[in-house]
């Protein structure tokens, strides 16, 4: 366009000396009219640059926007492919997991119940086991309270027995040096008197001194009807030789305690069915042998008194 302008306007100052004015105004004229539109056609072209550089820009926006979506796409797809997979691995594995759910149901089931009837099993043992723990607790309440009712009776039993062994020792003070001992022990009395006390040298024959210490003791016993009283004949180891009434010691510490229960019989308010006479010979000696001291000590006369426990052996029954 500019070209044709520019060679238009050569012709016409070429011609301008060789042609008319009313042609040379026609010409100006139309020279203006060219330039107006040759400027408006430079403004369209402009606007023309303008939408097209504006249109480039557009479409490379397009093409990044393009560009992105198509990443976006691959990526979903990716994921999608990726996410298949996965749900077909699930779906094979709840495929085979669902193909043995029924035996293992069955075997889990059969489990259960086998665990339920082992846990009902425990459970009825467990309440019978409470109930003779109950049961135990209250016999062993019972016992308890026998117990001490038993222990009750053992030391009125023994303080009864401190308080005969003070009557008797007290009944057989003017005996105290001449071979007679008074102790406590076990629940026990003994009341031991040397053979000086009561009889001559190889004799079961009770002196007028002995008798008298007898009777003072039965006075005691008297005063105490629920005391078994056992006397017990002891010798020493030199043997008896004395004439043909006796076989021997044994014989004699025999007939010597039978002396002591016979002269306490002589008291009525014994009774003699708490009276036991034994003999023991020398095979319980309390001293040595080897000396005079220790033979005279084993030549004794031991009354025992034991408090009768037929209360306490009915409570030890009941426990």
Same mark, same amino acid.
């Given at each position: 366009?500019?070209?044709?302008i520019?060679?238009?306007l ?5 011609? $301008? ?73 699930? =779906? ?25 009837a ?27 309270g ?28 003017? $005996?105290e ?18 053979? =000086?006390?009561? $009889?001559s ?52 510490s ?10 306490l ?6 009774n ?31 009354v ?16």
């Open positions: 366009m500019i070209k044709k520019s060679l238009l050569l012709v016409m100052s070429i011609s $301008f000396s060789c042609v008319s004015p009313k042609v040379y105004k026609d010409l100006e004229d139309k020279y203006a009219s060219l330039k107006r539109e040759n400027k408006q056609l430079s403004s369209d072209y402009n606007d023309l640059l303008k939408s097209k550089n504006e249109a480039q820009n557009n479409l490379n926006k397009l093409k990044k926007q393009y560009d992105e979506a198509v990443a976006s796409r691959d990526k979903l797809q990716s994921d999608y492919n990726a996410t298949k997979n996965s749900l077909e691995n699930l =779906k094979a594995s709840y495929d085979a997991l669902e193909k043995n759910s029924s035996s293992e149901i069955a075997k889990n089931s059969q489990k259960n119940r086998e665990l339920l082992q846990l009902e099993a425990k459970e009825q043992a467990l309440a019978a086991e409470n109930e003779r723990l109950s049961n135990l607790k209250k016999i062993l309440d019972e016992k308890s026998r117990i001490q009712d038993l222990e009750q009776v053992i030391a009125a039993k023994d303080a009864k027995m401190n308080a005969l062994k003070d009557a008797i020792s007290k009944a057989l003070t003017n $005996f040096g001449k071979g007679l001992t008074v102790e406590q022990r076990d629940g026990k009395v003994y009341i031991s008197m040397e053979n =000086k006390l009561l $009889f040298s190889g004799s079961w024959a009770v002196g007028s001194e002995g008798r008298e210490a007898v009777n003072q003791l039965g006075n005691v016993l008297a005063a105490n009807p629920d005391i078994a009283v056992l006397i017990e004949g002891h010798t020493d180891n030199v043997p008896y030789a004395g004439n043909g009434q006796l076989s021997g010691n044994w014989d004699l025999t007939k010597r305690a039978t002396a002591i229960v016979n002269i019989r002589e008291n009525r308010s014994i003699p069915e708490n009276l036991t006479a034994a003999g023991r010979g020398e095979y319980a000696p309390i001293a040595s042998n080897e000396t005079a001291q220790g033979k005279a000590k084993n030549r004794r006369i031991e025992i008194l034991t408090p009768k426990l037929d209360e306490i052996s009915k409570l030890l029954n009941e426990i």
